[in-house]
């Protein structure tokens, strides 16, 4: 008993040690310098390792292998690892910490909500891009993937990445489906302020942001997600970008060895952001195949997507997106998907392999969403 007690001590306190840590490397780094390269923020990626070896966080669970999936409907890319994105030929204005929403918490507490944007300079009004982070649904950190933000602002777009609420702070999906939604209508009523033109909006998102991303633009014109402020402005978006999201999460680990798909179904943050079922912590199939599920919603007027999904995804069953993109596709609407050969689940140097995210930052990849951002910029 007074060993177990002795264990649970030090564990609470290297708990708190490594949480103090954490928000002492995030307070202290310094803004980003957005006309210097590529950026990233990189103060978590030697902690984060570190933290899942000796037990602090859990690890997400990954799969050993990955069945093959019908690309038939697809085109299979090959980007050269080594081609990667350049930056610092455009000036960017750079805004940190932008609080859009204030929501209560179950608890009865508020939270503030914040965004980062990234804000070309000129006079002229550009089209919207709110980035959606991933992160289990358990974190959603704002400052991810600053390099590949920093190269579609400077082709021209202002890009807000934006906080929403996560299991940490006792939400669902619904309640990061509302998030996003209102840092658009937020961003909207602030057009003139951020330099925005407010009739094209596109959302882009990684991981869990890309399911986000795509329950947002698929509940286009549905008012039952809309909640908070600025009711007086729209939440629809003009496009959606959505890397290697989950669409019918019930199916998520589709792809997967049965041990990996028992440990996904089981996995604490899914569980509690999508639904639990009655009898055990297992995820709910009824709720994620229905109403959590995006393909739900489709209608032959849901904005165009633009779909990523890496061959050697262990994280995310590819078959994920593809039954999403055919979905789309046969409700009429216009949809591209994109397989990634050789690549995985995103940027993972949060685990350790610093070079996971090099095939998701070449031009091939990122020329494409640019040239989908584009094409919504050009649309009537």
Not at 12 to 23: C, F, H, T
Not at 72 to 93: A, E, F, L, N, Y
Not at 316 to 326: D, G, I, R
Request: charged share 15%; net charge neutral; hydrophobic share 45%.
């Amino acid at each position: 008993m007074v060993k177990a007690r002795t264990i649970l001590i030090i564990a609470l306190v290297v708990g708190a040690l490594a949480a103090g840590l954490i928000l002492a490397l995030r307070s202290a780094a310094p803004a980003p310098d957005v006309r210097a390269g590529c950026p990233q923020f990189t103060p978590m990626h030697g902690l984060m390792p570190l933290l899942f070896r000796i037990g602090v966080l859990p690890k997400p669970p990954f799969a050993a292998s990955v069945a093959p999936s019908d690309t038939s409907t697809s085109i299979v890319i090959h980007p050269d690892r080594h081609d990667q994105i350049q930056c610092g030929k455009t000036p960017i204005k750079s805004l940190q910490d932008v609080v859009y929403a204030a929501p209560r918490l179950p608890n009865g507490k508020t939270t503030s909500l914040k965004m980062d944007l990234l804000i070309p300079e000129g006079v002229r009004k550009r089209t919207l891009v709110v980035y959606v982070p991933g992160g289990g649904f358990v974190v959603a950190a704002k400052e991810g993937a600053l390099n590949l933000r920093t190269y579609v602002a400077e082709a021209g777009f202002v890009v807000a990445s934006v906080q929403y609420r996560t299991t940490r702070n006792g939400a669902n999906y619904r309640d990061g489906i509302e998030d996003i939604k209102t840092a658009i209508r937020y961003l909207r009523a602030n057009a003139d302020k951020y330099g925005i033109a407010a009739g094209a909006v596109a959302v882009w998102g990684e991981s869990a942001g890309g399911y986000l991303a795509t329950m947002v633009g698929v509940t286009n014109h549905d008012a039952t997600f809309d909640a908070g402020a600025n009711l007086n402005q729209s939440s629809d978006v003009q496009g959606v970008i959505d890397d290697f999201g989950a669409s019918d999460i019930s199916k998520m680990a589709a792809d997967f060895d049965p041990a990996t798909q028992r440990a996904i179904y089981t996995n604490e943050g899914l569980v509690q952001y999508i639904g639990k079922a009655s009898a055990a912590n297992t995820l709910d199939p009824g709720t994620a195949g229905t109403a959590a599920n995006p393909l739900r919603y489709i209608r032959a007027d849901v904005p165009p997507f633009l779909i990523f999904h890496g061959n050697q995804d262990r994280m995310v069953s590819p078959s994920q997106t593809l039954m999403l993109h055919e979905a789309l596709v046969a409700a009429g609407v216009r949809s591209t998907r994109y397989v990634v050969d050789g690549a995985g689940h995103g940027d993972l140097s949060f685990m350790g392999d610093a070079q996971s995210g090099l095939l998701w930052s070449t031009n091939k990849v990122m020329n494409l969403i640019v040239d989908f951002l584009n094409g919504l910029n050009a649309a009537p």
